[in-house]
């Protein structure tokens, strides 16, 4: 039965591989999510024959490592939304490299477009297992050039994505506290790859660290592609953790679509969150399916 809950769906992708060709290069499952054939060419028809027979209302769709100037993959989906009626995406997140000497001029050209809200430039290394990793180095949140990067993004009105690890998120902590103008979101529940009770101890403390400061909110999503082989409890182990720590005030539903749908359908995904989410009341479920997205993503 279709669901009448009002879903904003705060962090989607479309790409092809002639848009995106590094889609190609993890079809072999060099990706914690596995496999990426079944989801190498993910448009907004694919995107909308998904989530269809839920009430999504709206997306905000993140940057996917866009082949050279990040600009082009804002202008492309800006395209993409004046050509549907709803307006898919209705808000974008772009890359911005916050270390880079230009970095102004690309913040500036992100923002001729009405859907800019945000910046995402992933953070996340791992020194033994470079399939966790996006960066071949962990300095950016100590570099000074860096630091200034995330401070220019008050001028410009944007948020900013917090793609790390557990193990990095201390150090995040420090910089939300930093930008108090800045508005950040954890992505994905904090990447918590690994399940080991050390490495879940050190993910708790960090989102702990992190949610102390009301400029901070946490992305409830990444959970299919940061553990394939889920059951129900083992989602609920991160997702309840995740709404404690923040607060429903401050927790946003994303799909993570197409990545999470390697393993698993849309119709899974929401029917496994509100079983683990029955206990909330609608006002609750409200706010993290739709209303607290709206809010951060100015929807």
Known sequence: MASELEIVDGHMHLWTTQTHPWVENVKDGGHPAGKFEKVATYTLKEYLADVSGYNVTQAVHVEACWPGDPVGETKWLDGIADSNPKGFPQAIVGHAD???DNLEEILKRQCESKRMRGIRHMLNYHPQKPEFSEQAHDNFLTDPKWLAGVGLLEKYRLSFELHVLPVQMRRAADVVKKFPGVMFMVDHCGLPYERDEATMAVWREGLTALAQYPNAYCKISGFFATNPKWTTPELASVIIPCIEIFGVDRCVFASNFPVDRING????????????LKDYSNEDRKKIFGENAKKFYRL
């Open 98 to 100: 916050l270390s880079a």
């Open 265 to 276: 359908t849309f119709d899974q995904m929401m029917k496994e969150l509100l079983e683990i």
